[in-house]
């Protein structure tokens, strides 16, 4: 044992216990504001993508088995920023409620594609590639058929969805 007096406790004093209660005041709403920025900067992350489908048109504008380029608005939304943009589809009605829409682009290489009435076929003039009504590939290098998007009707009016999809190489 040991005669030495026990070291003296610090007191709390009234000065001592304000700096104390600031502290941790000052923590808690750091906490607080971290978990709230922490949720409105993430929530576009988190938050399910809506699929942003474009009009194309009334179903009535379009014939059975006739190809038609169209142009329509396309939206893409990064974060908080929605962009508008044109873009082409190439849309072909195969029956009374059915429909094709493609990527105006081959997926060879990339080139603008058109329509050729005379030989019933879509042609790609860089090299030569030639595609059919579905979107097969007829003659030429390119690997794989023309890129199709996504089509629905909604109140006698056709919609597309342009989703990105590759368009050169394999």
């Known amino acids: 044992m040991s005669d030495q007096p026990?070291?003296?406790e610090a007191e709390l004093t009234r000065r001592s216990w304000f700096v104390r209660a600031i502290?941790?005041?000052g923590g808690f709403i750091a906490i607080v504001f971290?978990?709230?920025?922490?949720?409105?900067?993430?929530a576009p992350l988190l938050r399910k993508r809506e699929a942003d489908w474009s009009d194309v048109g009334d179903v009535d504008g379009f014939k059975i088995g006739v190809p038609q380029r169209v142009e329509i608005s396309k939206r893409k939304r990064d974060g908080w920023i929605v962009a508008q943009s044109r873009a082409?589809?190439?849309v072909v009605r195969t029956a009374e409620s059915a429909f094709e829409a493609f990527d105006p682009h081959c997926p060879h290489l990339g080139c603008p594609f058109r329509w050729d009435a005379q030989r019933q076929k879509f042609l790609c003039p860089c090299h030569m590639g030639v595609f059919d009504k579905t979107g097969a590939v007829v003659e030429g290098p390119p690997p794989r058929p023309l890129d199709r998007y996504p089509t629905r009707l909604v109140d006698g009016r056709l919609h597309v969805m342009p989703v990105a999809q590759k368009r050169a190489g394999v």
């Open 88 to 90: 082409t589809v190439w």
């Open 23 to 25: 502290n941790y005041m």
């Open 6 to 8: 026990c070291p003296k």
């Open 34 to 42: 971290a978990g709230v920025g922490g949720t409105v900067f993430s």
